[in-house]
């Protein structure tokens, strides 16, 4: 089993940034991509980034593509994703996820963390 647990979420004016962190615990096994997905309500959840497992690679969804940055602290197991120029349409609950390549589904999802952006 893997544990996530996500923390930095919060309110936020337009224009902010937060910096969200996910903690991986447990078996995660050996060179694993982690990702951040969200789902705004009424919304489906869609993915935001995703990093390999040395960093040497990242995908980013076009909608954040310049404002968010992932990363990654393997000796921590903890994913980052810095969130800057938030804007209301950023408001979701942003889950951490955990699978074998950038493009795979993930297979462990963290609880979510609320991020709410004030106009």
């Known amino acids: 089993q893997v544990q996530l647990v996500e923390s930095g979420g919060g309110l936020v004016q337009a224009g902010g940034s937060l910096r969200l962190s996910c903690a991986a615990s447990?078996?995660?096994?050996?060179?694993?991509?982690m990702s951040w997905f969200r789902q705004a309500p009424g919304k489906e959840r869609e993915f935001v980034a995703a990093?390999?497992?040395?960093?040497?690679?990242?995908r980013y969804a076009d909608s954040i593509k310049g404002r968010f940055t992932i990363s990654r602290d393997n000796a921590k197991n903890t994913v980052y994703l810095q969130m800057t120029s938030l804007n209301p349409e950023d408001t979701a609950v942003y889950y951490c996820?955990?699978?074998?390549?950038?493009?795979?589904?993930?297979?462990?999802w963290g609880q979510g963390t609320q991020v709410t952006v004030s106009s």
């Open positions: 996820a955990v699978g074998s390549n950038l493009y795979s589904i993930p297979g462990y």
């Open positions: 447990g078996r995660t096994g050996s060179r694993y991509a």
């Open positions: 990093i390999s497992w040395i960093a040497e690679s990242t």
